[in-house]
């Protein structure tokens, strides 16, 4: 390949990744946390059921295609509702500013959400196998799978540095 070529690719892969990186709300914090626990969990996810035949999705607790596909396919769609997220924060004009964080408030809602969601996933493969955990750990995902289905004033500000 010439290097117009492999120029022209990067640079078109560039632009892709920019765009759904902009339609997410851009890069942050939440969004790594978020993409770094689904990789987690769909890594747990496979290896146990390829090596150790756990797998709570089977019977057998075999590999499944089906189900890894199906996994999959949720977790794309997880995204979508964070795109719609973005939208209607952008449309209403709704964010919350924590001192010099200034953060939009259904995107961070939606997005801690399904932190706590893949967290729990993670932590209760990480049993499965035996694991234990820190209690620190537990304490922060239990407030925020206990506080994913509201939000009030300081909600965020509780959640990121009551446990600091």
Known sequence: MEPTTIAS?????SAVGGFIVQILGGADILL???VLFI???????VLMSVH???SKKTESGRFSSEVLREGLTKKFLCFIVI???VALDNLTGLYLSTGDVQMTLLRSTVIIFYIAYEGSSILE?????GVPLPQKILD????LRKDNDRFHKGYINRILFYYL
């Open 125 to 129: 493969n990480l049993a499965l196998l």
């Open 9 to 13: 690719i990067t640079a078109g892969i």
């Open 39 to 45: 990789v987690i969990d769909v890594t747990m996810g």
């Open 32 to 34: 790594y946390t978020l």
């Open 83 to 85: 795109i719609i997220a």
């Open 140 to 143: 922060v995902l239990d407030v």
């Open 52 to 54: 150790k035949h756990l």
